[in-house]
């Protein structure tokens, strides 16, 4: 059994903390835990769920770093982070939101026992959101990709 309950948080650079608090309380109902709003170094604690926290930093000086990188595996030590759903309506809502948001084209990648979609934050980085589920794991040839309906 591992000695940690799972992944705390994860430290960013934003170009705006005020967009990015925005985009992540709105669409997933994410809380803020604590932060510095004023001074020089702005920064929050984001709980997403289940503890885990996003905590984006918007620095004084323009970072080469606060603006996300679009191609995968290319984007430096973070490529990219998941948000797990264990509730498929849960996962839909997300996924609504998302898509009017703008920050997807709602499709989903099933690879069997998990199905995942892809948004793009405020600041360009790449995410997803993941919805584990009961099947046979299949590679990303085998994976099927379900488009979104608006309607």
């Not at 705390?8 to 709105?26: G, P, S």
């Not at 930093?57 to 030590?77: K, N, V």
Request: aromatic content about 10%.
């Amino acid at each position: 059994m591992p000695l940690s309950d799972g992944c705390n948080h994860v430290t960013m650079l934003t170009k705006d903390l005020d967009r990015f608090v925005e985009f992540y309380t709105r669409i997933f109902d994410a809380e803020l835990r604590f932060g510095e709003l004023e001074g020089d170094l702005r920064h929050v604690m984001i709980d997403v769920g289940g503890g885990f926290c996003l905590h984006p930093f918007e620095l004084p000086t323009q970072d080469a770093h606060a603006e996300g990188l679009p191609d995968i595996f290319q984007r430096g030590h973070i490529d990219h982070f998941a948000l797990d759903f264990v509730d498929a309506e849960d996962f839909e809502t997300a996924r609504r939101r998302l898509f009017e948001a703008g920050a997807t084209t709602g499709q989903v990648r099933d690879f069997g026992v998990i199905k995942v979609l892809s948004f793009t934050d405020p600041d360009h980085m790449e995410c997803e959101i993941a919805l584990w589920k009961e099947g046979k794991p299949l590679t990303m040839a085998q994976s099927t990709v379900e488009p979104y309906n608006a309607g």
